[in-house]
């Protein structure tokens, strides 16, 4: 089989893992090297089906020991597979960064023999690309659960970030969909990732040119609709993650029906609203100050689908609002609607001068279709004269056909200039 038609093969089975995305980091490029990683991160495309695709986004193999029901590489599954060598992914890389089509490589696999071979082809490239082609582009590579420590200490020299996916919230969606995976042995190369990390920026305060590893940090991807877990173990879960294992990102992917084993839920196409409203949640978790528990509880596990999960949260915390935008503190600005943390830092910065208005807010970007429920400015309110939360949500619901709405990170469909903003930028 030639190049041409394992990269067919290989990026194709790569478009199911959704945990890349720009990454911060910041490697200049050395005197007789190649390239750099800019701050901006690697570049993106948007492949049809609106999934985050990097320019050189491949599986080393589709060939796979395991199992996993709901994955289209799985052993039983017939289709036809391929393996790149070391070398071809190299002098793709290459080949693909001279003629300026790509600015990284995201590379991932299939477990082919046993996680630690895999890890040891996936060395090999990042090695060649590193030291024989003095490349200093962004790589991601993935950390096969099962591998050892080692190995996953000598990648992580070399890459920009790493990835550990843990595909299904609960151990019990792994015992049925995934057997021959366990909790343990995910979550042990994450935290090899987090300890190597810390260790490093320790060393680089000590001795400046120490080696960094994984400079930018690592992320996992999550499938969302596979199994009955509910929307508050996810972002429970999410919320650990943050937390005990310093992740950047936890991606969240609508589960693609590949399969019709009887394991697998009946759906017709991916549940994207909810993989949406989890985005949602996931930012207010990083940038807006919530807590998981004051998103979601055990009488309401699930996000209401018609309504983003800050909106949600205000309603029914309607005796907090409204705020005055002259006087809230910026942890409230942040929890009013329609405010996004850089429209709340304009405010702060803003009223230090004059008094703000409610055309000012217009000015400042504030999606003011949400926000004006919520908020008094210089004492006059401007939504329904009505506090109730009922009619309030009323106003704020979104369409029935909403389903058509949401897109899988996309950039390019036809949203209204204020949704697009808020897709781009986070802001809720
Ligand atoms: S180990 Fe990864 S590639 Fe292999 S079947 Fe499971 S999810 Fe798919």
Redesign the pocket.
């Known amino acids: 089989m030639d190049v041409l038609e394992k990269l067919k093969i290989l990026s194709d089975a790569a478009k199911y893992d959704v945990s890349c995305s720009s990454s911060g980091s910041n490697r200049k490029n050395k005197k007789g090297g190649l390239g750099d990683a800019s701050p901006a991160g690697i570049c993106h495309s948007w492949s049809d089906d609106g999934r985050c695709i990097s320019l050189l986004k491949i599986l080393m193999t589709n060939y796979?020991i395991?199992?996993?029901v709901y994955?289209i590489?799985?052993s039983s599954n017939d289709l036809p597979r391929a393996i790149f060598t070391p070398e071809e992914i190299v002098d793709l890389t290459i080949n693909f960064y001279k003629r300026n089509y790509i600015e990284g490589l995201f590379l991932s696999s299939?477990?082919f023999k046993s996680p630690n071979y895999t890890m040891e082809m996936l060395l090999q490239v990042v090695k060649k690309l590193r030291e024989e082609e003095n490349f200093n582009g962004y790589i991601h590579t993935k950390a096969i659960p099962g591998a050892d420590e080692d190995i996953v200490n000598k990648i992580g020299r070399y890459v920009d970030r790493m990835s550990v996916n843990i595909?299904l919230p609960t151990e019990e969606g792994l015992k049925l969909l995934?057997p021959q995976k366990n909790k343990e042995n995910i979550l042990k190369p994450m935290n090899l990732i987090k300890t190597g990390i810390t260790q490093s920026i320790d060393d680089r305060k000590k001795f400046r040119f120490s080696p960094k590893f994984v400079p930018a940090g690592q992320t996992t991807q999550l499938i969302v609709g596979a199994t009955k877990d509910n929307d508050l173990k996810i972002i429970r879960l999410s919320e650990g993650l943050y937390n005990s294992y310093g992740l950047k990102r936890v991606y969240y992917s609508a589960f693609v029906p590949v399969s019709n084993s009887p394991k697998l839920p009946l759906i017709k196409s991916p549940p994207l609203v909810r993989e949406n409203r989890l985005y949602q949640a996931d930012w207010l978790l990083r940038f807006y100050g919530f807590e998981a528990k004051e998103l979601l509880d055990e009488d309401k596990p699930d996000f209401d689908l018609s309504l983003d999960p800050k909106c949600d949260w205000a309603l029914r915390n309607i005796h907090l609002f409204p705020v005055e935008i002259n006087k809230a503190d910026y942890t409230m600005l942040l929890r009013v609607p329609g405010i996004g943390v850089k429209s709340a830092i304009k405010i702060i910065q803003g009223r230090r001068f004059s008094s703000i208005d409610f055309f000012d807010l217009k000015k400042l970007g504030i999606a003011l279709k949400r926000a004006q429920y919520f908020i008094t400015c210089k004492g006059k309110y401007y939504g329904i004269k009505s506090m109730d939360s009922q009619i309030i949500r009323n106003q704020l619901v979104e369409s029935p056909s909403i389903e058509k709405k949401y897109y899988q990170l996309s950039l390019f469909e036809q949203v209204s200039p204020e949704d697009k903003y808020i897709q781009i930028g986070g802001q809720l």
């Open positions: 796979c395991y199992d996993c994955c590489n799985r299939a477990v595909e995934a």
